[in-house]
């Protein structure tokens, strides 16, 4: 197939790539002026079409001729909440719009466990749950994802909603890392809060393989089938780093609370997105980010094979490598 991937000079959508093309797929990466293209150029057979999804302008060309699209593009953090439902929402109804009016035959799309929210009891998330997201991003992949489902009838479409996801080239979960290498434990409370993560290689897998869903309109969780403590998970950390941090109490929360505020408002004043903001302490404050990945295995012939502990061992090593710690 040829498939037109959004994302792909990010850090999913770099391991999509390469999923992609692995098995024999075209890739056809919808990239900015700036984007980071190294990783994509290494591929064979790759294409680049030139636009962006807040662009719909750019998407008429960059669909023309494709069997699929990949949607893995969007934003974590913004300097304002209109920002996330201007890219996250519409920039996915602007993409799914331009394929189907080219009749692509399908579409995945890929959201986040953010979109549904926490879960309420620490039992994992299903993938019928009830949405209660928590925070504007989770809003905005939620209005995201209705849009998609929504055009169920008119084009063959797949949710895939991650939780964590972290890995080699991840600049996010960096932070966990050089937190714990400088003696910090990144945590609020006492730790116990837990959480569902996946590795970034199995999470591309996961999403390549919804590609071959029979039925349209379903959504999935993929996940590394264990729920985590989160404490515990820093343990692995420190293990893989060969450190142990000296400090090893929780922030609390007030103080989260007024950190938020101050990053939040030099965000507005250098108009620069900050991920610490106080809608963020809203995620922050949830004990239980855990979801099931039940229908992926079901469905899609996908199993994760990465576990935390082996992940954080093999995502140590590629920062160490490339001097990011």
């Known amino acids: 197939m040829r498939v037109l991937l959004t994302g792909g000079s990010g850090f999913l959508g770099s391991f999509v790539a390469e999923q992609l093309a692995s098995e024999g797929h075209v890739v056809r990466a919808l990239v900015r002026p700036r984007s980071d293209r190294r990783v994509l150029e290494k591929l064979a057979g790759v294409e680049f079409a030139p636009g962006a999804i807040e662009e719909p302008a750019t998407l008429q060309p960059a669909v023309e001729g494709v069997d699929a699209v990949v949607h893995v593009a969007g934003i974590v953090k913004a300097r304002r909440p209109v920002e996330f439902f201007e890219v996250n929402t519409q920039g996915t109804k602007n993409l799914l719009e331009a394929a189907a009016g080219q009749g692509v035959g399908r579409f995945v799309y890929v959201s986040s466990l953010a979109a549904v929210g926490p879960s309420q009891d620490g039992t994992p998330v299903p993938d019928d749950a009830e949405p ?23 084009i063959h479409v797949t949710v895939v909603r991650p939780p964590l996801i972290y890995g080699p080239r991840d600049r996010e979960t960096l932070a966990f ?47 590394d089938g264990s729920v985590y403590v989160w404490r515990e998970a820093l343990a692995q950390i420190e293990s893989a780093l060969g450190k142990r941090a000296f400090v090893r109490f929780g922030m609390p929360m007030g103080v989260v609370k007024v950190a938020a505020a101050a990053t939040q408002l030099w965000g507005k004043m250098t108009n620069r997105a900050q991920m610490l903001t106080l809608d963020k302490v809203n995620e922050l404050t949830q004990p239980h980010w855990v979801c099931s990945g039940a229908g992926a295995r079901r469905d899609l012939g996908w199993a994760p094979r990465v576990s935390w502990e082996q992940g954080v061992q093999e995502t140590v090593k590629w920062y160490r490598a490339e001097g990011w710690l």
């Open 177 to 223: 890392f050089t937190s714990v290498r400088n003696g910090v434990l990144p945590m609020t409370g006492d730790g116990k809060n837990t959480l569902s993560v996946v590795y970034v290689v199995d999470c591309a897998s996961a999403i390549v393989r919804a590609l071959g869903v029979q039925a349209s309109g379903r959504t999935y969780f993929v996940d």
């Open 132 to 154: 209660r997201p928590v925070t504007h991003y989770g809003r905005s992949k939620l209005e995201a994802e209705r849009a998609v489902l929504a055009a169920k009838d008119r």
